[in-house]
């Protein structure tokens, strides 16, 4: 059985390339300088304080770290908040106007069919979007990101936060290579 962690797939929908060179080049944080190491950590941690304040406000089973199945997959990881019909992720960022972050979505699908929740809401700090998880969706990113772990190059999927990625440089002396192949992965789930 395959073991994935639902941040994987985070990293991936925001770039299957960035999953790639994250699974077969260097860390990323060994590719920063620490000027960008340190804006980085900064950025994580006041995520995470906005994270902590929305979650003491929220109602709900508070999870734990836990080992969970979906299809081949052995899970790890944590949600946020598990409800009596939801999952309940929150994030520090703002949400796209309509729907969710792809990634997010995923995340939180992952966590809903593990827990078998028919609803995934994620909260953002401009309001929150609830969406119904898909699990065959969901598992043709699972397999996608699979070979990608083997080795097969995804094409770039570019954005502005490209400016601030550690494997630019790479990325754009590879171009558009692999763009014959790979789906589109979009960049936002519509509700
Ligand atoms: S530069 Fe942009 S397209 Fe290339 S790997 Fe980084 S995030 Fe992906």
């Known amino acids: 059985m395959k073991t994935i962690r639902p941040s994987d797939?985070?990293?991936?929908?925001?770039?299957?390339?960035?999953?790639?060179?994250?699974?077969?080049?260097?860390?990323?944080?060994?590719?920063?300088?620490?000027?960008?190491?340190?804006?980085?950590?900064?950025?994580?941690?006041?995520?995470?304080?906005?994270?902590?304040?929305?979650?003491?406000?929220?109602?709900?089973?508070?999870?734990?770290?836990?080992?969970?199945?979906?299809?081949?997959?052995?899970?790890?990881?944590?949600?946020?908040?598990?409800?009596?019909?939801?999952?309940?992720?929150?994030?520090?960022?703002?949400?796209?106007?309509?729907?969710?972050?792809?990634?997010?979505?995923?995340?939180?699908?992952?966590?809903?069919a593990i827990f078998g929740k028919e609803k995934v809401v994620i909260k953002y700090r401009d309001g929150e979007r609830e969406l119904e998880p898909d699990e065959e969706e969901l598992l043709t990113i699972l397999q996608l990101m699979e070979l990608v772990k083997e080795g097969y190059f995804p094409p770039p999927k570019k954005s502005k936060w490209c400016e601030s990625c550690p494997f630019r440089e790479i990325c754009e002396k590879l171009g558009d290579e692999g763009d014959d192949w790979f789906p589109r992965i979009p960049y936002v789930k519509r509700a």
């Open 9 to 112: 797939i985070r990293t991936f929908a925001f770039c299957p390339r960035l999953y790639f060179f994250e699974n077969h080049l260097m860390k990323a944080e060994e590719l920063m300088s620490l000027k960008e190491l340190i804006e980085y950590k900064v950025k994580l941690i006041l995520g995470k304080a906005f994270h902590f304040v929305v979650e003491l406000v929220e109602e709900g089973e508070k999870e734990k770290d836990f080992e969970g199945t979906f299809a081949w997959y052995k899970v790890k990881g944590r949600p946020d908040v598990v409800k009596e019909d939801s999952v309940v992720e929150v994030k520090s960022s703002k949400g796209p106007k309509d729907g969710a972050w792809y990634g997010d979505y995923l995340q939180a699908s992952l966590y809903a």
